[in-house]
């Protein structure tokens, strides 16, 4: 059965495991394709006109035996790629054992079940803080937070020690983060914001 609400700790939680499993190291920025195709041994096929034809970045195969990412954008915009493949992680971890259980019985039936609204909205939104999770784990998000403060604060319009809030600088600092992790600006300044609220 699936679960429409899992809580963000949970995922967090989630993601941690997958982490410590995969990637022990922790070094950022997260090494997404590898551990796609050499730890879990799950290829990565570029893939022309998914965006186009059907409307979405990537899909998993039925059987979770490889990820097809629309080419233009794998070969083109690589921080969107990365949130996609992290995304699609998402999926593995946090959905295989449903979807294994469904036993599609052809590509055509995945499909349906793959672009229908119906089962799509909670688990994109399930595999998107997955994503921005893994890509941006929360000891890094705190370190590199820290860390863009202290940049900040050597500059002379604060010459008197005193900063902004941090929420207030999060949309601010989210830059310097976002190269630091390889991620859009747009993911760290929601990921920064999410963990702000939650630390």
């Keep these: 059965?699936?679960?429409?609400?899992?809580?963000?700790?949970?995922?967090?939680?989630?993601?941690q495991e997958f982490l410590n499993e995969h990637h022990p190291e922790k070094t950022i920025p997260i090494p997404v394709e590898d551990i796609i195709e050499i730890n879990l041994g799950i290829n990565i096929v570029p893939t022309p006109g998914m965006m186009d034809s059907f409307g979405i970045d990537a899909m998993f195969a039925h059987d979770f035996s490889q990820i097809n990412?629309?080419?233009?954008?794998f070969n083109s915009v690589e921080t969107r790629a990365r949130f996609t493949l992290a995304h699609e992680l998402g999926h593995y971890v946090l959905h295989r054992q449903y979807v294994e259980e469904q036993k599609f019985e052809d590509t055509d039936?995945?499909?349906?079940f793959v672009l229908s609204d119906l089962h799509r909205e909670p688990l994109?939104?399930?595999a998107n803080m997955f994503a921005s999770t893994l890509l941006m784990p929360t000891d890094h998000v705190e370190?590199?937070?820290?860390?863009?403060?202290?940049?900040?604060?050597?500059?002379?319009?604060?010459?008197?020690?005193?900063?902004p809030d941090?929420?207030?600088?999060?949309?601010y600092l989210a830059k310097d983060m976002a190269r630091a992790f390889n991620v859009s600006?747009?993911?760290?300044?929601?990921?920064?914001?999410?963990?702000?609220?939650?630390?």
Excluded: C, Y
Aim: hydrophobic fraction near 40%; proline fraction near 6%.
């Design 185 to 199: 600006e747009e993911t760290a300044t929601w990921r920064v914001e999410r963990w702000l609220k939650t630390r």
């Design 1 to 15: 059965m699936i679960r429409s609400f899992i809580p963000p700790s949970e995922i967090e939680v989630a993601t």
């Design 166 to 171: 941090d929420v207030t600088l999060a949309p």
């Design 109 to 112: 039936q995945w499909k349906k």
């Design 143 to 163: 370190s590199q937070f820290e860390a863009a403060k202290q940049v900040l604060a050597k500059n002379p319009t604060f010459a008197n020690g005193k900063l």
């Design 124 to 126: 994109e939104t399930q």
């Design 69 to 73: 990412i629309d080419e233009h954008q």
